[in-house]
């Protein structure tokens, strides 16, 4: 399994999402020619969810509110989790790489990430100092539904998802849910987030 011998990443790790283009093997990685999105400044995480640029239409998809389970997993196992580093925001040079859905699904079966309460008065989690806002409809969903992927929250100022919202896939563990995948889009520059932290089933 691709976690017994990874030693390079954990869950809970962050990682943005790069759509690329060409891509030349090197030693222990490769060279992807960045087609988007633009960063103006290099991400503070190290690790990068590679995506080809012919996949793009899945975006315009997710924004819309097209994208389920199956949709995901399909997109997912033509992706590969890396780490490297980005260089005059034209390549990604990485140095260590893994299928991604393999890893988010051998993930599964470790020990949860931490539990965190869901504040309903601000419709949000708060895993670190900012809210990670999902609607009390996305949250009683998840609570409801075995797994899923679904839209979590959309920006009500932005009206609009390509512009900014929130996106998780969930699964019933126990007594729990666990967030497997978390995707936080900023005007086209998604924060993915790899089995980030669990909520309870039930409301106290």
Known sequence: MPSAALTW????????????????????????????????????????LLAAEEEGDFAERLYRGAVGL????????????????LLDGQYVATDAEVPVLELLDDWRG?????ALPYLDDINAFMPASSPLYVTLEAHAA????????????????CGEARDAGVFFWTAHRGPRVRVCLLIENDAGVWTCRLHPFEFAKETA
Do not use: K, M, N
């Open 142 to 157: 998840a609570q409801r539904e075995p797994e899923q992927f679904t839209t979590a929250w959309v920006c009500d100022e």
């Open 110 to 114: 470790l020990e949860g990430p931490p």
């Open 70 to 85: 199956a949709d995901l997993r399909a997109f997912l196992a033509r992706c590969r989790l890396a780490r490297g580093v």
């Open 9 to 48: 990443i954990e869950p809970g790790a962050s990682a943005t999402l790069i759509w690329h283009g060409a891509v030349a093997p090197r030693a222990a990685g490769g060279l992807y020619v960045v087609s988007g999105p633009v960063l103006e400044q290099p991400p503070a995480s190290p690790y990068f």
